[in-house]
């Protein structure tokens, strides 16, 4: 059973500075998603990786995928305070997303 | 276009009552899913419908949780006799196709809040 960690849980950064989320997964999976959430919000969609060695970049954002060491990143650059929001990785568990536990990020001026 | 709506976006009710949550997915969607968010339990996969096949109900916490899909499109979500633990955020997704292959699109949710 596909089972995703995240870590860390909450971070607390400074504007301007870079940082990284790190997501496991226990198994296999056919792909890896990042979301985004904001507060009384849905999920939206930010990356899909799709294979080894995978890498997405959408301004500040930028997520890699290591299907060998069952590890998927998604990096920060020069932080500004919109992007503060509760970021989730995903795996593909059969037909079902399995998520992980989330990482509420704060950008502070 | 339009993306996947639910109705209501808020929900309160009395422990012991049932209630409907609804699910409009994208137009010429085959897939839909439900989730559930909750501050205890996170993001958990509810149910999977694709098709005309059986559904997949493996993540449907107890007897109490039921859902059902009308003419391939809309979907309800059906939960009888509400505990106290059933208040939650409830997500509705859907894809074109089976989820191996296509990205899965999120609607707005409902709160339920259960007193």
């Known amino acids: 059973e596909l089972k995703v960690e995240q870590n860390p849980l909450f971070l607390s950064m400074q504007e301007g500075k870079n940082y990284t989320i790190y997501c496991n997964y226990s198994?296999?999976?056919?792909?890896l998603y990042w979301y985004r959430q904001d507060p009384g919000k849905s999920l939206e969609s930010l990356f899909v990786?799709?294979?080894?060695?995978a890498v997405k970049q959408e301004g500040r954002l930028m997520a890699s995928l290591d299907t060998k060491a069952r590890l998927s990143t998604l990096h920060i650059t020069a932080a500004v305070h919109d992007l503060s929001a509760t970021y989730f990785c995903?795996?593909?568990?059969?037909?079902?997303?399995?998520f992980g536990q989330g990482t509420r990020l704060t950008i502070n001026p | 276009g339009a993306g996947v709506s639910q109705s209501p976006s808020n929900k309160v009710t009395e422990k012991g009552k049932d209630v409907e949550l609804r699910c409009d997915p994208i137009?010429?969607?085959?897939?839909l899913y439900w989730y559930r968010q909750s501050l205890g339990q996170g993001l958990e996969f509810l149910i999977y419908?694709?098709?005309?096949?059986?559904?997949?109900k493996s993540g449907l916490p107890s007897d109490r949780f039921s859902a059902e899909r009308t003419g391939g499109s809309v979907s309800t979500l059906t939960i009888q006799r509400t505990q106290q633990e059933d208040s939650a955020v409830y997500l509705c997704?859907?894809?074109?196709?089976?989820?191996?292959?296509?990205?899965?699109?999120f609607g707005p949710g409902t709160r339920l809040t259960v007193l």
């Open positions: 997704a859907s894809s074109f196709g089976q989820a191996s292959y296509n990205e899965q699109f």
């Open positions: 198994t296999t999976s056919d792909r």
């Open positions: 990786l799709l294979s080894n060695g």
């Open positions: 995903a795996g593909q568990g059969a037909q079902k997303l399995v």
């Open positions: 137009s010429g969607h085959t897939a």
């Open positions: 419908f694709q098709g005309n096949s059986a559904p997949d």
